[in-house]
């Protein structure tokens, strides 16, 4: 089916390669200077800022996309947590607990150097009992001398370590290897296998905005805690809630609850269990304390949803306290501030008072819906049509690029491929999508264009 140039292979190609479902997650964890940073760098294949970071200084970016032999995946980063007053093996624990449980797979990285430690020890109890698939990543073996010190890792009893020199790349093409091959195809952890399951919500927001509070409201109690996840952890625990006469799955609620004794990292931590929550779930309900104005932190969290390509709710809280004026300015914030997520279903709650509650399931069913929007090809066509004839694309260089056609290549969220004769501007995409959701809706839902180009 060649349509105007393009053959059915490029077609499928493109489809295949912005269709892409949920992305399986790796988690790199172990003690602090081993090299997980470096290695996460190695595998990412760029040179992100994260080995140079100051001490102390807060990082909230700790998923990556990566590739290695044609596979996609996510890399969950716990490099840059620094040591929390508890000492060094509850905080190297902790921040493994989270990142495990986020993970479809392991790289468990020791100093070949320096050899298995007793906090290794204690990663490797954690390993056993989270039952995920490791690839021990035996690193520093900077040259053949150090392939014994390696050896002497079979000890951990987590099977063959690879020698690897996250610093120069020594054998870390066949580490990723053995990564690709104890990764599942799909996250085991997201919506792939749980059709028809209770839908799973992430409850996120800055802290004291109120998440705990709205918890308590809506569940009452009639909170089930759903798994101590065969005792990893205290910590990731899901609960079902009964809401709007439907049991929805709240993930990682635990999380919710304070950690006191958490000083330095303690910023770091709480992006962590972000992405970790976030990554389960397929709807995120971002709260944002209404009383106060909208941080960066606020539209970070709301960043981490829409890039992690999940469903949104944004829900302002404290609505009980807001007078007239600092509604007023609440609204220029979000329109300024929140621009780019105009499409999110937005509620105004108090937790204290309950208002507005019952609008919650709403509107998270209003995202849901917009998240797995799928348009059939022929009405997407018929529109792109009409669009393009009404609305051409400036003409550049005595040129006119066209849209040619489009397809729908996946949902949750839905994904575009875009067929086009030229090279299309970022402005004329921006109207598409915007035209797009004119048209189709997808309330509460990032949506993916991707353009590809004849040659
Ligand atoms: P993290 O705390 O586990 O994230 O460790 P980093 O990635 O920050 O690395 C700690 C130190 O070990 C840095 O000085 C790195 O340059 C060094 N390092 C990391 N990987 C290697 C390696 O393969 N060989 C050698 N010789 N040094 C490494
Ligand atoms: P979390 O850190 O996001 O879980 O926030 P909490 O639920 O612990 O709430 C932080 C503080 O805000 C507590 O003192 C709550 O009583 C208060 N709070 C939460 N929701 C509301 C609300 O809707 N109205 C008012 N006035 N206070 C609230």
Known sequence: AAEEGFDLEDVEGAIGAAGHGPLPVLAVVGRPNVGKSTLVNRII??????VEDKPGVTRDRVTYEAEWAGRRFKVVDTGGWEQDVLGIDASVAAQAEYAIEAADAVVFVVDAKVGATDTDEAVVRLLRKAGKPVVLCANKVDGPSGEADAAYLWSLGLG??????????RGTGDMLDAVLEALPETPAQTFGTSVGGPRRV????RPNVGKSSLLNKVAGEERVVVNELAGTTRDPVDELIELGGKTWKFVDTAGIRKRVHLQQGADYYASLRTAAAV??????????????TISVQDQRIVTMAVEAGRALVIAYNKWDTLDEERRYYLEREIETELAQVQWAPR?????????HMEKLVPAIETALEGWETRVPTGRLNAFLGELVAAH???VRGGKQPRILFGTQAGTKPPRFVLFASGFIEAGYRRFIERRLREEFGFEGSPIHISVRVRE
Not at 160 to 169: D, R
Not at 202 to 205: E, K, P, Q, S, T
């Open 45 to 50: 294949g760029r040179r992100e800022a994260v």
């Open 160 to 169: 063959e370590p690879h020698p690897v020199s996250a610093l120069h790349g």
């Open 202 to 205: 992430a409850l996120i927001g």
């Open 279 to 292: 990554e389960k779930a397929e709807v995120a309900v971002v709260l944002i304390d209404g009383s106060e």
């Open 347 to 355: 509620v105004n709650v108090s937790a204290r008072t309950g208002r």
């Open 392 to 394: 051409p694309h400036p």
